[in-house]
């Protein structure tokens, strides 16, 4: 397995800071080879707090040259659950790091998923539909399969469409290697997002 391959299929959405830390350490996912200590444990500080305002270090954390800052950044922002921050969080769906778009595309989901902003669910079904990595595709499936409604028929309908195009066009297969576990880890992805949208929209249709 890669370290970009075990980088997105790490801890999941809530998993612990301290989770995300030992993964950079444990497989090197930071673009300089060493943990990046410091900016790091600045982004957990902002997170822990859950601020009223986004916090200058998660902010700064955004526009890091390391990866690994990005990602712990995007995924604070994620966890602080608030619809108003989905347009900064959304920038990063063009990092060029895959485990940064996976981890943004997460964050988006939880900043909608209580209020469920159809403009959150565009936003996430336009980069499926751009987006080449097979992991990240499955990642934006599931998130987009959260965020679908039994009292918006059309906007589920339209999620729908967007899972079949994942599931016909799987994306660029070679970041897996010849692993079957990560070769099957998309596939599972998109399947728990057909699930959401039916478990989300079961009372809509009789």
Same mark, same amino acid.
């Given at each position: 397995m890669t370290a970009e391959g075990r980088c997105l299929s790490g801890p999941g959405q809530r998993g612990s800071f301290a989770a995300l830390l030992g993964l950079f350490?444990? *497989?090197g996912c930071s673009q300089s080879g060493a943990p990046p200590y410091e900016a790091l444990a600045r982004v957990a500080q902002a $997170? #822990?707090?859950?601020?009223? =305002? *986004?916090? !200058? !270090? %998660? %902010? =700064?954390? /955004? $526009?890091?040259?390391?990866?690994?800052?990005?990602?712990?950044?995007?995924?604070?922002l994620g966890r602080h659950e608030r619809p108003e921050w989905i347009p900064v969080i959304s920038r990063g769906l063009q990092d060029p790091d895959p485990t940064v778009r996976g981890t943004a595309s997460i964050a988006i989901g939880q900043a909608a998923f209580a209020s469920g902003t159809p403009e959150a669910r565009a936003? %996430?079904?336009?980069?499926?539909?751009?987006?080449?990595?097979? /992991?990240?595709r499955g990642i934006l499936a599931e998130t987009v399969g959260r965020l679908a409604r039994n009292d918006d028929p059309a906007?589920? !309908?339209e999620v729908e469409g967007v899972l079949v195009e994942i599931g016909t066009d799987?994306?660029?297969?070679?970041? /897996?290697? #010849?692993?079957?576990?990560? *070769? !099957?880890?998309p596939v599972e992805l998109l399947v728990r997002g057909f699930d959401h949208l039916a478990r989300n929209t079961a009372s809509a249709y009789p």
């Open positions: 350490v444990v *497989i $997170e #822990d707090r859950r601020a009223a =305002e *986004i916090e !200058a !270090a %998660l %902010l =700064e954390a /955004l $526009e890091d040259a390391d990866a690994a800052v990005r990602t712990a950044g995007y995924r604070a936003t %996430l079904m336009a980069a499926a539909r751009s987006e080449r990595h097979p /992991l990240v906007g589920a !309908a799987p994306g660029d297969p070679s970041p /897996l290697g #010849d692993n079957p576990a990560m *070769i !099957a880890r």
